[in-house]
């Protein structure tokens, strides 16, 4: 699966943007698909997930409350819904898909096998 990330952009902080994944292929309902994000000198991080079915999600915490992870199967994309901003929050950020995954290996990124490329958010303060 070929995976597409867009949306994002330069916003002040306090405001939102919506990241969308588009994936390619008629078996990404079959994929979990989380998003990442690394910041200039810093690990990847896991941001949020959400399985297959749309069953279950998971965030870090830093970000509950103020995003929203999405899916849409039918379009075969998965959206970002990122509100109330902080300059802490700026970033590359990637979307990835992977197999069914064991619930304790869903925020590590080596167990998802495809990355998009990842678009920049930045957030002025």
């Known amino acids: 699966v070929q995976l597409q990330a867009s949306g994002g952009g330069l916003v002040q902080a306090g405001g939102s943007l919506r990241l969308s994944c588009a994936a390619s292929g008629r078996t990404f309902h079959n994929y979990d698909v989380a998003w990442f994000r690394q910041a200039p000198g810093k690990e990847r991080e896991f941001v949020a997930a959400?399985?297959?079915?749309?069953?279950?999600?998971y965030y870090l915490d830093s970000v509950k409350g103020r995003f929203t992870i999405s899916r849409d199967n039918a379009k075969v994309t998965v959206y970002l819904q990122m509100n109330s901003l902080k300059s802490e929050d700026t970033a590359l950020y990637y979307c990835?898909?992977?197999?069914?995954?064991?619930?304790?290996?869903?925020?590590?990124?080596?167990?998802?096998?495809?990355w998009g490329q990842g678009t920049q958010v930045t957030v002025s303060s």
């Open positions: 959400i399985r297959r079915n749309g069953n279950s999600i």
């Open positions: 990835a898909a992977g197999g069914t995954l064991i619930t304790s290996t869903i925020r590590n990124a080596p167990s998802y096998a495809y």
